[in-house]
């Protein structure tokens, strides 16, 4: 039950059968069969004497294109939530920023649906613009 497969790793210039295909994104056979039956993945050679041959360029193209579709871009203020499965904002009270080193901060702050911790990587540079966008009531906390 993957639900996401690293077609970087296919090669553009490398014919692949379904067979080869498979083992080499660790699906099985009827995976591969079922993208090119049901979700449009483009054969490069199909007769029915041989083996389906698949060109290498275009199920990459099209594995990438696959997963850009499915990507939700967070909003101003939304972290994304993994058991909610969309971009939620968070709570304000729960808010808060830890300075990990120089470079690395992270916001974290409970999901104001189901009330998981989410967490979001970032940069002291955009301190400012992080507690602008996830903290109304920052700038007037003391404990800052
Ligand atoms: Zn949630």
Redesign the pocket.
Known sequence: MKRSYDFHRVRSHRPYTVATLAVLLGVGERTVRRWIERDGLDVAILDHSRPIILQGSKVKAWGIAKKKAKRQPCGAGEIY?V??KTP?RINPDSFHIIQRNQSKLTVKGD?Q????TLHRFGSPLNRAALEAEFGPKWPDNPAA
């Open positions: 939530c058991r909610c939620k999901c649906t189901c009330g998981l």
